[in-house]
């Protein structure tokens, strides 16, 4: 009992810093892993084996493999080819989500996402029409597309190896398409069709619906002697600039007037902290002759590359060597040739000095940028770029290699030939010798943070099966399920594991899940695949909140949305996710063991 107790007090703190997200994930994970094992739950000598464990190896070889895809031009030819589906918006959402969702179960679901997202901006422009139409859908259709495959997301290999430690033997590739399929399926007909419709039509401040809609930046324009608007009034100055644009503050010396009056005067020397959009500060700064943060850095290197920079709008996404950081710790233009312009961040505007700011997953960025080498640049800060990056067909040597290694690695997994770990990291290898990936291109692929999850929640998953906890819980569900039909548990197990993956990470929800899927199974004397199928479905399932999964946080601030948006199109979306997914579950996977 004590150890019981112990366990699910530690458990109970580690959901809960989860859900606070003050601290990242993955040292939360750490903390638990380091508190079961100075509380003798978890032996010291094995409490680092979970790293080594084949779902952590094979998340990480998928992820060097998708960036493999990426660089082939795979994806770049489909999203070529949505060019041509017109403006209904039915169609364009159809469109975008079927191709996000296939791309999605062979790939990581994130970059799949990154990839597609400068394509709906594209269409929602041309189409005249805010982007909110088109992000949120496609992040929820990237979500579902994972379900289809043994790769397409980590809870499907965690669970696969729950399953082989049931019964001796993994899920196969496939395993998962009968009922990912039909959930999929289901899913973008209800999002092209009706799903889009819910989701609020917001329109920037000037009623311009060309561009995606970024409520505003945050950048900082200094009065230097050059200026023209030195010893003018704030009222003056806007009164001769004709762009939408709001002045947060004056920042002259150690004094900062936040909220200046029309009548305030600017001196020289003075820095304004301005919120506008990319248009606004550009014609703020070109109207009084005003010096924007970070261009002042680039005139200080005369050389050639500083001279060749161009405007870059990219999203910080996540794992990012951002996050978390400030422009200032970072010193961006001199590890990295980059100065920051501006930080956009939906639902909070950035206070104080840029500098100063701390950068999150999700923020969109102004960059002034080497524009020779705008994607590895991009690539190596984490960023994902907002506009369409130049598709290269030039090298079908890539293309052939790239998917001719993937394709014999799924096959190789398919038929038996090889495990799954073995058969993706030997893909992961061979991209990398024949140059498809670069050595440093295939270890940022990996989600760091991810690993080091997994690796410290697998122990934390394996104590609290050895106490008894895994037991105590399925328990409870036997008895609230208890006189009924076995559906009415695996809905109670599909629901609760749906509500956690909304707040936590799903690879970690999948992690504490899949033991008590099995446990309740046998309780209950039925068949062990389909409850851990209702975890996979229920895993994959973050479509309430903008937290619950990358997909959904990338498309916050280019969507305009808020936190409660996401319910609006969600919940009805999950509504038929679990009555759809019950039913395909109990047709594929009877719920009684044969014979």
């Excluded at 997200?21 to 003798?40: E, F, H, K």
């Excluded at 008894?468 to 039909?485: C, K, V, Y």
Aim: hydrophobic share 55%; glycine share 10%; with cysteine.
């Amino acid at each position: 009992m004590r150890d019981e107790i112990l366990i699910f007090s530690v458990l109970g703190v580690t959901l809960a810093m989860f859900v606070w997200g003050r601290v990242r994930y993955d040292l939360v994970a750490m903390m638990a892993l380091l508190a079961v094992t100075i509380l003798g739950l978890v032996d010291p000598a094995v409490a680092f084996l979970g790293f080594g464990h084949p779902a952590v190896i094979t998340v990480a070889a998928i992820l060097a493999v998708s960036k493999g895809l990426q660089n082939a031009g795979v994806v770049d030819i489909i999203a070529k080819a949505l060019k041509r589906v017109g403006n209904r918006p039915t169609v364009q959402v159809g469109a975008l989500g079927t191709t996000a969702a296939i791309c999605s179960a062979f790939m990581n679901n994130v970059g799949a996402l990154a990839l597609l997202m400068p394509v709906a901006l594209r269409m929602a422009r041309s189409a005249k029409r805010s982007p909110a139409y088109l992000l949120m859908p496609l992040a929820f259709c990237s979500l579902l597309g994972g379900l289809m495959t043994l790769i397409g997301s980590p809870p499907n290999i965690i669970v696969s190896s729950m399953r082989r430690q049931a019964t001796g033997e993994p899920f196969g590739f496939f395993d998962f398409a009968p009922v990912g399929a039909g959930v999929t399926i289901v899913g973008i007909a209800f999002i092209a069709l009706l799903g889009w419709r819910l989701l609020p039509d917001r329109k920037p401040a000037n009623g311009d619906t060309i561009g995606f809609d970024i409520a505003e930046y945050t950048a900082e324009l200094t009065v230097t002697e050059d200026s023209k608007f030195h010893d003018a009034t704030i009222q003056e100055l806007a009164t001769a600039v004709d762009a939408d644009f709001v002045i947060l503050a004056i920042l002259r010396g150690e004094r900062r007037l936040s909220a200046p009056s029309g009548f305030e005067t600017i001196h020289k020397g003075d820095t304004i902290l301005v919120a506008a959009d990319h248009e606004a500060i550009k014609a703020l700064r070109d109207a009084g002759n005003f010096e924007l943060a970070g261009e002042d850095n680039a005139k200080e290197d005369e050389t050639d590359a500083a001279k060749d920079l161009t405007v870059v709008e990219a999203i910080v996404g996540p794992g990012s060597v951002l996050a978390g950081r400030t422009p200032a710790q970072l010193n961006l233009r001199w590890r990295y040739g980059v100065n920051l312009l501006g930080v956009s961040r939906q639902g909070s505007r950035v206070r104080g000095r840029l500098r100063d700011a701390r950068l999150q997953t999700g923020d969109v960025l102004m960059l002034h940028i080497p524009a020779d080498n705008t994607s590895e640049t991009l690539s190596m800060l984490g960023c994902l770029p907002l506009a369409e990056r130049a598709i290269d067909l030039a090298k079908p040597r890539r293309l052939l290699l790239g998917t001719g290694i993937f394709v014999c690695a799924v096959a190789a997994t398919v038929v038996g030939l090889l495990p799954v770990q073995i058969a993706f990291v030997l893909a992961a290898v061979l991209m990398l010798l024949t140059k498809v990936v670069t050595l440093r291109e295939g270890y940022d692929a990996v989600d760091w943070p991810v690993i080091v999850l997994l690796g410290a929640m697998i122990p934390l998953g394996d104590a609290l099966e050895s106490t008894g906890g895994t037991q105590r819980i399925a328990d409870l569900m036997l008895w609230l399920g208890e006189g009924r039909a076995p559906i009415v548990a695996l809905a109670i197990l599909m629901i609760v594991t749906l509500l956690l993956s909304d707040v936590v990470n799903n690879a970690a929800v999948a992690v504490l899940m899949a033991p008590v899927a099995v446990r309740l199974a046998e309780g209950m004397n039925a068949s062990v695949d389909a409850f851990l199928m209702a975890v996979v479905l229920g895993a994959s399932s973050a479509f309430l909140t903008p937290i619950g999964h990358q997909s959904n946080t990338l498309v916050l601030a280019p969507g305009g949305y808020r936190f409660g948006d996401y319910a609006r199109m969600g919940v009805p979306l999950t509504v038929i996710y679990v009555i759809v997914g019950l039913a395909a579950i109990v047709v594929v996977w009877p719920l009684r063991p044969e014979g």
